[in-house]
């Protein structure tokens, strides 16, 4: 487990440095580091968050957090493996434990057409909260009844 999570920490930044990191001030990466980091994975992995990894020849490659069944709060996929379906894979993982009509994202701004493309539409204006600028999204799903 302490292995798996230094993994999809490890996925996390790379992805995230690779992708996002040069468009927000150092704050930005500070925060998302602590964030990604082992404690702070294992910290919302305490609470009402499910936690999904995607892997690969026994490495994890992908990370996805849906946040009390109604928030996507993490998605990345290592670099070395994107354009493989990994992403898609995970997010309909999401779809499938969510407990919402609406999911939501708060989506980093150079991950929006992706979020677009998974079937989620913007909401509002993009914002910064700690440093990390967002776009809010959200996807109607099928009804959960």
Known sequence: MEAD???ASR???AAFMGAVAESLP???IETFSRIASVEGL?????QDNVMLGYAQDDRIVGVAELKQGCHVAMLFV????QQQGIGRALMAAMIEQARVEVLTVSASLSSVPAYERY???CTGDAA???GLRYQ?????LASRA
Request: hydrophobic share 45%; net charge negative.
């Open 128 to 130: 910064e909260s700690s």
């Open 42 to 46: 294992r910290a919302r992995m305490a």
């Open 136 to 140: 809010p999204m959200e996807m109607r």
């Open 5 to 7: 999570l230094e993994q």
């Open 119 to 121: 079937g989620f539409a």
């Open 11 to 13: 996925v996390c930044m």
């Open 26 to 28: 150092p704050l930005g």
């Open 78 to 81: 290592d670099p070395a493996a």
